[in-house]
């Protein structure tokens, strides 16, 4: 079943039809609100409760646009609002945000630590970056979202999402720059 026509089936009163979004979405809303809040419970929270907005909102949903990309903004509002609400700080490890192990069986112990220091720094500039420029390289670079997606999502013209995209990849290298030289 396509995204719309499982709306419609919800709208007309089988809202168990609803379960096929969830199936469809549950990984990549995950790793969305993951990728903003820093940790697993808190992503999973935020994915069930987003579902559950969704559902509940899902007769004002368009459905002549995209059904993901008006979920992600659920997701990103509620995400947004839970950090302000805890004031999340802690920073995560990349593999918790790819959902595996990213050092190889054949690293070495200094290899894999090398990998998590790299990380690290990584995730320290990219939270010193303002939200917007963080966030639009979370939603093309983690998320691999197309740019049409992102302008959606962010309700900017594409060509907006390029040149955003443009110098916040140049501010996120000069943090960079500056943590390794520091």
Known sequence: MTD???IETCLNGDTNA??????????????AALTFVHRSE??????????????????SFD?????YTWFYRIIHNLSLNFIQQRKVQ???RLDDLTGGELIAEDDSPLQ????????AKIWKALDELP??????????DFQDLAYRDIADILKIPEGSVMSRLYYARKKLALGL?????G
């Open 63 to 67: 459905t002549s646009k995209n059904f």
């Open 90 to 92: 802690a920073h995560s």
């Open 4 to 6: 719309r026509e499982v």
């Open 177 to 181: 720059e500056a943590i390794y030289a």
């Open 131 to 140: 939200p917007k420029d963080k966030e639009i390289i979370l939603l093309r």
């Open 42 to 59: 808190d992503a999973m929270d935020i994915t069930q409760d987003a579902f559950y907005r969704a559902f509940r909102s899902l007769s």
């Open 112 to 119: 894999a630590v090398l990998k998590d220091e790299r990380k």
């Open 18 to 31: 609803f379960r096929f979004l969830v199936e469809r979405y549950q990984k990549r809303a995950y790793y």
